[in-house]
């Protein structure tokens, strides 16, 4: 049976090498993040036209069924 190679990393150079990949690691997720909130903050504009949109037309057609009441009055 052969024996299963190993490697002894210094400990200088591991914790050296793992502070760079944490490093690495976090701006990979600062990066991701930031792209996921453009995509929400783009999302948001594009409901908040919608409900604007919609509120729009129930404000229009409201005023427009009001509105005729007021020549009635006079």
Do not use: C, H, W
């Amino acid at each position: 049976m052969s024996e299963i190679p190993t490697v002894v990393t210094p400990t200088k150079d591991y914790k050296r090498l793992q502070a760079k990949l944490d490093e690495i690691e976090n701006t990979v997720e600062n990066t991701n993040a930031e792209i996921i909130q453009r995509t929400g903050k783009k999302a948001g504009r594009d409901v908040g036209i919608a409900y604007g949109l919609a509120i729009g037309f129930i404000f229009v057609y409201v005023l427009g069924t009001v509105l005729p009441l007021f020549d009635l009055i006079k």
